[in-house]
């Protein structure tokens, strides 16, 4: 159980039930996550809300935005993000192998626009304001303007909720360990992989 008591459902406003029941199930197994925040219904109807909006959108390529989410939960070593986030850049097509090794210097299976999207994600998570303002031209020969806004916003948004879900415990739901696995990765994968014996995550 998170730091903080979990929220039902029930308990939310009528008019953000489907938005917790959907960021809950269909957007990913984020019940845990969503039930702490669900104790503040602005965070529920505008973070949650805009998430579910930008994923029906799908104006960013799915495999990069993986890469990003992942680059930056591996940064700022959040074992619920990796956890959940992990399996799904295996689903686009990266060997677990090279999903663990996403901060080396060298990835296998990535190719250089791959690699452009990992580096823009932890420069702008370790210290935006050194990052060179070549990169973002960079990006500018594969992704629209949009897409780099969009990019950016996921990778500082991830980092707000790594360092959310840390702070108040929030707990790996059941069965996401067991996907994780199932995908080919590793306990060993996850940072901190001891909390999740802890009951911790």
């Known amino acids: 159980m998170a730091r903080v008591r979990d929220v039902e459902i029930h308990e939310v406003p009528a ?3 489907p938005v917790y029941r ?3 199930e269909s957007y990913g197994p984020f019940l845990n996550q969503v039930k702490v925040f669900a104790h503040r219904a602005p965070a529920l109807r505008h973070l949650m809300g805009m998430l579910l909006e930008l994923a029906d959108e799908a104006i960013l390529p799915k495999r990069y935005l993986e890469i990003a989410l992942v680059a930056v939960s591996k940064v700022n070593e959040c074992t619920y993000c990796v956890a959940h986030h992990g399996p799904r850049l295996v689903e ?3 060997d677990p192998a090279s999903v663990a090794a996403i901060l080396e210097p060298e ?3 990535f190719d250089d626009v791959d690699t452009l999207v990992r580096d823009y994600a ?3 998570t370790d210290d935006p304001r050194r ?3 070549s990169m973002v ?5 594969h992704f629209t303007e949009e897409q780099i806004v969009e990019l950016t916003l996921r990778a500082t948004l991830c980092g707000f909720f790594n360092r959310f879900n840390e702070a108040l415990g929030i707990e790996i739901e059941e069965g996401v360990v067991e996907d994780l696995l ?3 990765m590793r306990l060993d994968d996850l940072p901190h992989p001891e909390t999740l014996a802890a009951g911790g995550g």
């Open 15 to 17: 008019d953000l039930r």
């Open 22 to 24: 959907r960021f809950a």
């Open 92 to 94: 686009q097509g990266l």
């Open 107 to 109: 990835v296998p299976g």
């Open 122 to 124: 932890v420069a702008v």
């Open 131 to 133: 990052m060179p303002g």
């Open 137 to 141: 031209e960079r990006l500018s020969a």
């Open 182 to 184: 199932g995908s080919g």
